[in-house]
């Protein structure tokens, strides 16, 4: 099936700690997008890539850190610089060309604080 | 700066009931209007995307509408079912920032048996 994985789904992270947050999609889309979810709000954009080797921040990216070295994988990094780290992430994946595709979610990871 | 609002949070309903939900956004240069679903815990499910020349899109028992002079979208779904019960969340995306969606806070949705 094709799709979007998110791993892991629960993550813990200790004091000072990165961690890094896997999504891999094989939907052969271009673009993949890093969204943090609060509870009772809505998502807000960490970060996007539209080709490989090129990424923009989006609203929210600072204490947060991406690379793009293949199609299918868009790793997301949460340094110790994030403060509040305690989220919901999704990552999202859309075919490129034009922005009139949907995008499309994986199930998410739970990152909490030790 | 975009700005999507949904109101109600939160919306019960017997089954069997038709309903609406409202989204309303604040920037009328938008590209498309985007309806999501989303159980407990898991990511998000595209439901409906309407295109900024369109005026409605329909799925199923899912009917989305778009108007932009006005900055609303409404997503009304016919005869709910308890299968329905989920949060709905809109998102549109501004035709300054073409990959970027702006999302609202969502409608929690219970549709009782």
């Known amino acids: 099936d094709g799709g979007i994985t998110q791993s892991p789904k629960y993550l813990f992270r200790k004091e000072g700690q990165n961690v890094t947050l896997s999504c891999e999609q094989n939907l052969n889309h271009d673009a993949m997008y890093w969204y943090r979810q609060d509870p009772g709000q809505g998502l807000r954009l960490i970060y996007y890539?539209?080709?490989?080797?090129?990424?923009q921040k989006g609203d929210i990216a600072e204490g947060y850190s991406v690379s793009r070295e293949k199609k299918e994988s868009f790793p997301l990094t949460v340094t110790s610089a994030q403060k509040n780290p305690t989220a919901f992430y999704l990552c999202a994946s859309s075919s490129g060309g034009t922005a009139n595709q949907p995008q499309h979610f994986g199930d998410g990871t739970r990152l909490s604080i030790l | 700066k975009q700005e999507v609002t949904q109101i109600p949070a939160a919306l019960s309903v017997p089954e069997g009931e038709n309903l609406v939900l409202n989204c309303s956004f604040t920037?009328?240069?938008?590209?498309?209007l985007q309806w999501f679903r989303q159980d407990p815990g898991k990511g998000l499910t595209s439901l409906l995307l309407?295109?900024?020349?369109?005026r409605e899109q329909t799925s199923g028992r899912l009917n989305a509408s778009l108007d932009k002079s006005s900055g609303r979208s409404t997503l009304y779904i016919a005869a709910s079912q308890p299968g329905d019960s989920a949060t709905y969340l809109c998102a549109a995306r501004s035709s300054g920032s073409a990959r970027q969606l702006t999302f609202g806070s969502g409608t929690q949705l219970t549709v009782l048996p």
């Open positions: 890539s539209q080709i490989v080797n090129d990424f």
């Open positions: 309407i295109q900024s020349s369109q």
């Open positions: 920037d009328s240069a938008i590209y498309n």
